[in-house]
Nanobody, 116 residues
């Protein structure tokens, strides 16, 4: 039932920045958590960051200190600010949401390419 609409992906040079947005169809505070996964070519899908309605924010070690997940409840939107991007950050990024009823929802994915 929950719709997730992503935006902000694209091509960026190493060291550059991008901000991904994920707009949810309902209040993000009615969801247990929201997060971002990514899957690079030949790699398994990995959790990049997760922000729960209650609890501690999670970041993968590979992005800690460079990426920041945040939310704007007035816009039902979660963001992923990505700074000092590296070629190994190249992947399809997926927004996810987990409901309190244990349903998981996925966005369509947005391509992030870091290349000179």
């Amino acid at each position: 039932q929950v719709q997730l609409v992503e935006s902000g992906g694209g091509l960026v040079q190493p060291g550059g920045s991008l901000r991904l947005s994920c707009a949810a169809s309902e209040s993000i505070f009615r969801l247990n958590s929201m997060g971002w996964f990514r899957q690079g070519t030949g790699n398994q899908r990995e959790l990049v960051a997760r922000i729960p309605v209650h609890g501690i924010i999670y970041y993968a070690d590979s992005v800690k200190g460079r990426f920041t997940i945040s939310r704007d409840s007035s816009k039902n939107t979660v963001y992923l600010q990505m700074n000092r991007l590296k070629p190994e950050d190249t992947a399809v990024y997926y927004c996810t949401a987990d409901s309190f009823s244990r349903d998981t929802y996925w966005g369509q994915g947005t391509q992030v390419t870091v290349s000179s």
